[in-house]
């Protein structure tokens, strides 16, 4: 099971809106919509932003939503902050009924 | 307050074992798969596998990169769940997080990692 791809990078300006593309496949992505995504500053660990595509915790700023188009989810920062600076991962439940991770995106905050 | 800690990391020659343990405390342990995942150093996340409850068979599912090396195990008395990491190699350095996920009484379909621990660092020298 390949990695699910993910651009190295984004960046944006403070206030401007970004979107992180996360690509699988029919077995992964494409068959299911347990796809959630996850926010890591350095030397922290991961924090869930979104699960089942688009629903997001309690405690996470509406800024933040998902969406999923065939084989592609995606994640998309409104608003964008300095604190949204950091690495950002999708998760996806597969057929086999494994997991697969993206590559990751570093998000950047001109 | 949920918590989960990771323990047993440290510096093992290529060849050797290690076990990390994930005590989880604040929660109904039993009622949660556990997850593992690890992040080599300047990398990024990688999935190494998960247990389910025993309610759901307690069956593991696990990366091929550590399939037939690493087994995954639970305590529900203890709250512990353990990867046992055999045969060693120097791309098994990383930081090993553990990860919860809630299994209803029917399934354990939607691996939503919503709390995890701050890790534990491996190093297999060579």
């Known amino acids: 099971q390949s990695a699910l791809t993910q651009p190295a990078s984004v960046s944006g300006s403070p206030g401007q809106s970004i979107t992180i593309s996360c690509t699988g496949t029919g077995s992964d992505i494409g068959a299911n919509n347990y796809i959630s995504w996850y926010q890591q500053h350095p030397g922290k660990a991961p924090k869930l932003m979104i699960f089942d595509v688009s629903n997001r915790p309690s405690v996470i700023s509406n800024r933040f939503s998902g969406s999923k188009s065939g084989n592609t989810a995606s994640l998309t920062i409104s608003g964008l902050q300095a604190e949204d600076e950091a690495d950002y991962y999708c998760l996806s439940y597969t057929v086999s009924s494994t997991l697969v991770l993206g590559s990751g995106t570093k998000v950047t905050v001109l | 307050e949920v918590q989960l800690v990771e323990s047993g990391g440290g510096l093992v020659q290529s060849g050797r074992s290690l076990r990390l343990s994930c005590t989880g405390s604040?929660?109904?342990?039993?009622?949660?798969?556990v997850t593992w995942f690890r992040q080599a150093p300047g990398k990024g996340l990688e999935w190494v596998g998960f247990?389910?409850?025993?309610?759901?068979?307690?069956?593991?599912e696990y990366a091929a990169s550590v399939k037939g090396r690493f087994i995954i195990s639970r305590d529900d008395f203890k709250n512990i769940a353990y990867v046992q990491m055999n045969s060693l190699k120097s791309e098994d350095t990383a930081v090993y997080y553990c990860?919860?996920?809630?299994?209803?009484?029917?399934?354990?379909?939607?691996?939503?990692?919503?709390?995890w621990g701050q890790g534990t660092l491996v190093t297999v020298s060579s």
């Open positions: 247990i389910r409850t025993l309610g759901q068979g307690g069956t593991t």
């Open positions: 990860s919860r996920f809630y299994c209803s009484s029917t399934s354990c379909y939607d691996p939503i990692q919503d709390f």
């Open positions: 604040g929660y109904v342990f039993e009622d949660y798969a």
